[in-house]
Nanobody
Framework: QTQLVESGGGLVQPGESLRLSCVAS????????IGWFRQAPGREREGVSC????????YYADSVKGRFTISRDNAKNTVYLDMNNLKPEDTAVYYC???????????????????????RGQGTQVTVSS
């Protein structure tokens, strides 16, 4: 069974941190670029950060640059998103998605939200509120 499962969401206060995890199963993880996306009520989906299949390249949206860090451990089939200095506007459902490394030419293109990823998780809620 091929799937992506996110975890690590929760309720935090502004300025605090969270680590999200995305665990893959059922496909050859090493060949896939992975992205984190988010969807907040009343707002468009946003590509937050993406990482290449090897982990050698990363991309961040301007809204999270300097606060979020994406990483991956291919031995554990896991991608992480470390989120620091969280703000209320970071509140959203965060989900991860995977595309084969040959599908898009750049990570920026990978990070454009769309319906047709190779694989996509169900999401985890992140709420930042005082």
């Amino acid at each position: 069974q091929t799937q992506l499962v996110e975890s690590g969401g929760g309720l935090v206060q502004p300025g605090e941190s969270l680590r999200l995890s995305c665990v893959a199963s059922g496909f050859n993880f090493d060949y896939y670029d992975i992205g984190w996306f988010r969807q907040a009520p009343g707002r468009e989906r946003e590509g937050v950060s993406c990482i290449s299949h090897s982990g050698g390249s990363t991309y961040y949206a301007d809204s999270v640059k300097g606060r979020f860090t994406i990483s991956r451990d291919n031995a554990k089939n896991t991608v992480y998103l470390d989120m620091n200095n969280l703000k209320p506007e970071d509140t959203a459902v965060y989900y991860c998605a995977a595309d084969h490394r040959l599908r898009t030419s750049t990570l920026q293109a990978m990070c454009v939200p769309r319906e047709a990823f190779d694989y996509r998780g169900q999401g985890t809620q992140v709420t930042v509120s005082s």
